[in-house]
T-cell receptor, first 111, second 111 residues
Framework: SQTIHQWPATLVQPVGSPLSLECTVE??????LYWYRQAAGRGLQLLFY??????ISSEVPQNLSASRPQDRQFILSSKKLLLSDSGFYLC??????????FGSGTRLTVV | DAKTTQPTSMDCAEGRAANLPCNHS???????VYWYRQIHSQGPQYIIH???NNETNEMASLIITEDRKSSTLILPHATLRDTAVYYC????????????FGTGTSLTVIP
C-alpha cells in the first residue's frame, strides 16, 4: 500500500535560519507531489507541485523553494526564514482522479 | 478550475444527519466534485468524489444536482469525531490539474 511520510512534525526556527522539510512516498512510482501551506485560521495554499524528477512548478512567489532529487522525494527549503513563513506545511501525492493523499504535516514556527 | 461556495460554519446534533452544501455553478463537463475534511492539526482526508451520479461510501453520501451546479455532502449519523473543516473542490482529472482549497465549512457536532 502507498504511504506518505513527512518530517519533522514540529519545528521552531529563528528568523534568518535555513529550512529543509522532507517528504517521501512509498508504494508508488512517478507520483505527482505537492507542497501546501496553511497559515493559522486560514485555508490551504498550494505552494509547489512536481510531476517528475527535477520538475518543479511554483504557484506563488515567495521565500521558499522546492526540489525533487528522487522520484519519491520532495523537499521544501528556504535559505533565510521570515516570520511570515510560519504555518502548517503539508505534503501530498496524487492518486489521479481519486484525489490526493496528504502527509501528517509540519508545524513551523519562526521566532 | 471552477470555484466553489460553501457556508463558513454549521452545527449538527450528534446522531443526526449533517448536510453540507456546496455551490459550483461554473463547473465544466469533465470536472469532478471532491470532498475532503481536515480535523484540527491534521492533513486533509479524502471523503468522496463524483461526476454526475450520486455516490455513497462508508464515510458519506454525495448528492449532485442534475445540472451539476451544486452538491451536498451527507454524513448520515454525525459523531463528535466528525467535527472538522469540510472542503468542496471541483477539478478535472487530467494530469497537472491541481486541487485548490477554499476556506471550507467548519462543522461542529454538538453532543
Amino acid at each position: 500500500s502507498q504511504t506518505i511520510h513527512q518530517w519533522p512534525a514540529t519545528l521552531v526556527q529563528p528568523v534568518g535560519s535555513p529550512l529543509s522539510l522532507e517528504c517521501t512516498v512509498e508504494g508508488t512510482s512517478n507520483p505527482n507531489l505537492y507542497w501546501y501551506r496553511q497559515a493559522a485560521g486560514r485555508g490551504l495554499q498550494l505552494l509547489f507541485y512536481s510531476v517528475g524528477i527535477g520538475q518543479i512548478s511554483s504557484e506563488v512567489p515567495q521565500n521558499l523553494s522546492a526540489s525533487r532529487p528522487q522520484d519519491r522525494q520532495f523537499i521544501l527549503s528556504s535559505k533565510k526564514l521570515l516570520l511570515s513563513d510560519s504555518g502548517f506545511y503539508l505534503c501530498a501525492w496524487s492518486q489521479g482522479r481519486y484525489g490526493y493523499t496528504f502527509g501528517s504535516g509540519t508545524r513551523l514556527t519562526v521566532v | 478550475d471552477a470555484k466553489t461556495t460553501q457556508p463558513t460554519s454549521m452545527d449538527c446534533a450528534e446522531g443526526r444527519a449533517a448536510n453540507l452544501p456546496c455551490n459550483h455553478s461554473t463547473i465544466s463537463g469533465n470536472e469532478y466534485v471532491y470532498w475532503y475534511r481536515q480535523i484540527h492539526s491534521q492533513g486533509p482526508q479524502y471523503i468522496i468524489h463524483g461526476l454526475k451520479n450520486n455516490e455513497t461510501n462508508e464515510m458519506a453520501s454525495l448528492i449532485i444536482t442534475e445540472d451539476r451546479k451544486s452538491s451536498t455532502l451527507i454524513l448520515p449519523h454525525a459523531t463528535l469525531r466528525d467535527t472538522a473543516v469540510y472542503y468542496c473542490i471541483v477539478r478535472s482529472p487530467n494530469t497537472g490539474n491541481q486541487f485548490y482549497f477554499g476556506t471550507g465549512t467548519s462543522l461542529t457536532v454538538i453532543p
